[in-house]
């Protein structure tokens, strides 16, 4: 019992306690007021009886062993009757009905014989048998409520706990997702930033006689491009740190194209833009964005990797055509400067983020000896 007592809880030990109190004071109070008990016999019943009750302290360990030992000493001992009963109900609770009402039907007989050995003077045969099936059925039954209250507790709680889990998985999938996206943005804003820079730096290496004015005006350019870069920079850091306090940055669009075009011609490279769409302003904005990012990954790349080949930009459709980016530049014969390193993602995460779009991409040499890189996006009407 000192064993079984360490596994229970402090409502349980309650409850037991109660149980044991009812099963003994009122099995003793029968048990003294039945007709005929006396004597030996009532000797024996109490003690009958109370080892009974004790028995109430394993019916949660062993419900079934418990109610096979108490259902049939109810039918001969008075004091063994409410334990019995009690031992049923406990076995409704822990045990599933094919077991439960089988039992149920033997507390009836068992009560019936007690009623038969133990008749009520003031009650016919039939009518304590009437109120011994009664009372057992409303005994099955409620354990059985019981059982089922707390099967549907425990579905409800381990569904409430995987949704729980599982939304917290998404939050994190979407996270991550989220740190991806801005990876890729970093990516594609500071690459098309620092080549602009080298670029720069590499033509005031190579050219340490070139007149004051053009050395100011590329001092001013990376001066510049550098406070863009660590702003751009810091504003996806804090991103990352999730300083809701720093508004993300506007996105570029399509209409911001000219003057990224701009800024490469300024760098000194060789671009020649072609732009078929009527009004770059009125591109939607989410293909507009990936157009743009399209279009400066092929002109950082061009910069990297042929830095004085000519460079002809591309940009034509319409709704419901699409839109279709072309970067194309001539491939170096030879390197005047060092090459500027990359990572090698910039392509990759660019063909990501076509794909999410809905578009496609492709680059590659071509047989005329030009580099091409070329992407259509869905353009809806």
């Not at 994190?172 to 080298?198: N, T, Y």
């Not at 669009?253 to 075009?261: C, K, N, Y």
């Not at 400066?296 to 055509?321: C, F, M, W, Y």
Request: charged fraction near 20%; aromatic fraction near 4%.
């Amino acid at each position: 019992m000192t064993l079984g007592l360490l596994h229970r809880s402090r409502r349980d030990v309650i409850v037991d306690t109660i149980a044991f109190a009812l099963a003994v004071g009122i099995g003793l109070a029968i048990s003294l007021t039945t007709a005929g008990v006396d004597g030996v016999w009532a000797v024996a019943d109490i003690t009958v009886g109370s080892l009974a009750c004790l028995a109430l302290w394993e019916r949660r360990r062993w419900p079934l062993a418990v109610a096979l030992l108490l259902v049939p000493l109810g039918a001969v001992s008075p004091m063994s009757g409410l334990a019995a009963g009690i031992a049923v109900f406990s076995l409704a609770v822990h045990r599933p009905a094919r077991i439960a009402m089988p039992l149920g039907v033997m507390h009836a007989a068992s009560g019936c014989v007690y009623a038969w050995i133990h008749p009520d003077d003031g009650a016919a045969y039939w009518v304590s048998v009437v109120f011994v099936v009664l009372a057992t059925g409303v005994l099955v039954g409620w354990g059985m409520f019981v059982r089922a209250r707390r099967e549907l507790i425990a579905s409800l709680t381990d569904r409430a706990e995987r949704a729980e889990a599982e939304q917290a998985l998404r939050v994190e999938r979407a996270q991550l997702a989220e740190r991806e996206r801005i990876a890729r943005e970093m990516h594609d804003v500071l690459a098309h930033r620092l080549s602009l820079l080298s670029l720069h730096a590499g033509a005031l290496e190579y050219n340490p006689g070139a007149p004051r004015a053009d050395v100011e005006r590329a001092a001013g350019i990376i001066r510049d491009n550098a406070h863009l870069a660590l702003e751009e920079l810091r504003s996806v850091i804090g991103a990352l740190r999730q300083e809701d306090a720093t508004p993300e940055p506007p996105q570029p669009t399509l209409a911001d194209l000219p003057r990224l075009v701009e800024e490469s011609v300024e760098a000194g490279m060789q671009v020649s833009p072609s732009f078929g769409v009527e009004d770059l302003a009125r591109t939607p904005r989410d293909v507009g964005r990936h157009a743009y990012r399209v279009a400066q990954e092929g002109l950082t790349n061009a910069r990297k990797h042929a830095p004085r080949s000519p460079v002809t930009l591309t940009i034509d459709g319409a709704p419901g055509t699409g839109l279709r980016i072309e970067v194309r530049n001539a491939l170096p014969v030879t390197t005047a400067t060092r090459s500027i390193p990359g990572a090698g993602a910039g392509l990759s995460g660019l063909g990501e983020r076509v794909a999410l779009a809905g578009g496609r991409i492709e680059h590659g040499h071509t047989t005329d000896g030009d580099y091409r890189l070329v992407a259509w996006l869905p353009w809806s009407e």
